[in-house]
């Protein structure tokens, strides 16, 4: 292939958006095919409505948990009893928001991106010419909204077409009883009682935000505990938190169908057990959108999920294609989709790159309290793939926690035993999204915990956990002799 200079990409999620930016910095002539609206998935469907429905959640649990012990009373008609603090939500509107920020979040983010110069095209975009690269190009074909075919050539191609719900054979979702996460945002009514399937990132966020809100949630999980790809004490404490506020979790609880039944459904499980509620929220994962746009004929190879199979730099196996975010399966965050792009366009417009590194990609699941996490993990520890030295602090000795009544979370932090380097992390805590970060610039830096341990920090604080963890390893090597 010879110099790059048109790149048209395919999806206008943060894997394509914002690759179409890097391109155009670089002077490359940017065309973005999308079909539903810049931002994607992450914007109009999921990240940004779920954390913003997620935020309301977070004033009504805080509220509810806190009030009481921190002196704050509520009296709406002078009786001055507990039945007279009567706080509640509409959903209606609380959605109708979403939905106008969601919008307004992809009106910014296509304006930014046609000020850069890209072009943008409304349309559904498939490799064509049999799939075949013709003197050194692509063609791209648009399946247009009014029905006409357009066709592009481009130097290089980028798939970021993301990924949707999956659904069930024998639990299909109809947007009223039955949902999947697109689709609870069009509900005007909370529900009443509420079956989230899935126990998943998703489920576990979407449970617990409409626990919040004043539903009665049964949380069905088909493993042994909830967040079951999550640290397992930050899991623990996240159920246990759960059971608590009166949420029913049901482990090792597999769904097998899901019906509908008026203005009820019902669950069965795989033991014959059947669980009734109002609505049911499908969150059983999700399908990378590959199908019928022409990679396989080009020679893109899919695995058995039919995800895009790409090296560090966005590659893929046919020349002149590269692919970004949830398509691919790589990391499903928007984070590391938007840097899966960006890294394909400096590969393909041959500016200085570095390949994609996950283990210093920070996480962070949106439940109450958040579970962040960034670098090596305890099961990593575990089985043996990396050695290193552990040292969990929990929060109900932190001052600044006292005082905001925070009794559940931890701090975790993982060294490698001879260097004392961190290498990993975990925080349990509201907005541990925000006190994950000093964590994930020490595993990005290679940074000591003695380094960690002497930066300071406010007092009183939260991220103060942080830097006593780090004494505590530090004293840790000392008495095992590695200082």
């Known amino acids: 292939?010879?110099?790059?200079?048109?790149?048209?990409?395919?999806?206008?999620?943060?894997?394509?958006?914002?690759?179409?930016?890097?391109?155009a910095q670089l002077g490359a002539e940017v065309t973005v095919v999308d079909r539903d609206g810049l931002g994607g998935s992450a914007v109009l469907t999921d990240c940004v409505p779920s954390k913003t429905l997620i935020a309301t959640a977070e004033v009504m649990t805080t509220f509810?948990?806190?009030?009481?012990?921190?002196?704050?009373?509520?009296?709406?008609?002078?009786?001055?009893?507990?039945?007279?603090?009567?706080?509640?939500?509409?959903?209606?509107?609380?959605n109708r928001r979403v939905k106008r920020l969601a919008i307004a979040q992809s009106h910014d983010i296509t304006q930014s991106v046609t000020r850069a110069g890209v072009t943008v095209l409304r349309g559904r975009g498939r490799l064509g010419a049999g799939g075949q690269a013709v003197d050194g190009s692509r063609e791209v074909l648009v399946d247009a909204p009014?029905?006409?075919?357009?066709?592009?050539r481009a130097d290089a191609v980028l798939i970021a077409t993301g990924a949707h719900p999956r659904e069930l054979p024998d639990a299909q979702p109809d947007g009223e009883r039955i949902l999947t996460w697109t689709q609870v945002y069009d509900l005007e009514e909370l529900p009443r009682e509420l079956i989230v399937v899935g126990s998943g990132v998703t489920g576990a966020e979407f449970a617990g935000a409409y626990q919040a809100l004043g539903s009665k949630v049964t949380l069905v999980s088909s493993r042994d505990r909830?967040?079951?790809?999550?640290?397992?004490?930050?899991a623990e404490v996240l159920e246990d938190v759960f059971r608590r506020r009166g949420m029913n979790v049901m482990g090792r609880s597999r769904a097998e169908t899901v019906k509908r039944?008026?203005?009820?459904?019902?669950?069965?499980?795989s033991?014959?057990?059947?669980i009734e509620g109002t609505h049911c929220l499908m969150a059983v994962g999700s399908i990378p959108n590959t199908a019928d746009m022409g990679l396989e004929e080009a020679g893109v190879k899919l695995n058995d999920w039919g995800q895009i199979q790409v090296d560090r730099v966005s590659r893929t196996s046919a020349p002149g294609v590269y692919a970004a975010g949830d398509c691919t399966g790589v990391f499903m965050l928007a984070s590391v989709a938007a840097m899966q792009g960006r890294i394909a366009m400096y590969h393909a417009l041959g500016d200085a790159v570095q390949p994609l590194n996950l283990k210093t990609v920070a996480s962070n699941v949106f439940t109450d309290p958040e579970i962040a996490t960034v670098g090596y993990t305890a099961a990593d520890v575990e089985c043996g793939k990396m050695d290193a030295v552990v040292v969990k602090l929990p929060l109900r000795g932190n001052p600044r926690a006292?005082?905001?009544?925070?009794?559940?979370?931890?701090?975790?932090l993982f060294c490698r035993p001879g260097t004392g380097?961190?290498?990993?992390?975990?925080?349990?805590?509201?907005?541990?999204?925000?006190?994950?970060?000093p964590i994930a610039l020490a595993v990005d830096a290679n940074l000591t915990v003695e380094q960690v341990a002497s930066a300071f920090t406010v007092y009183p604080s939260v991220s103060g956990s942080t830097a006593e963890a780090a004494r505590q390893l530090h004293i840790r090597k000392r008495s095992a002799g590695e200082s």
């Open 146 to 152: 009014d029905g006409a075919v357009h066709s592009l």
């Open 421 to 437: 380097i961190v290498v990993g992390g975990v925080v349990v805590a509201p907005r541990a999204s925000e006190l994950i970060h």
């Open 261 to 269: 039944l008026g203005d009820r459904v019902e669950v069965t499980l």
């Open 402 to 412: 006292k005082m905001q009544g925070i009794r559940d979370g931890f701090v975790k």
């Open 1 to 23: 292939m010879g110099y790059v200079t048109r790149i048209v990409i395919i999806g206008g999620g943060p894997g394509g958006y914002e690759a179409a930016l890097v391109a």
């Open 271 to 274: 033991d014959g057990t059947v």
């Open 226 to 234: 909830v967040l079951p790809g999550e640290d397992p004490d930050a």
């Open 64 to 94: 509810d948990s806190s009030y009481e012990e921190l002196g704050i009373t509520v009296d709406q008609d002078g009786a001055g009893d507990r039945e007279s603090r009567v706080i509640g939500v509409d959903l209606g509107k609380v």
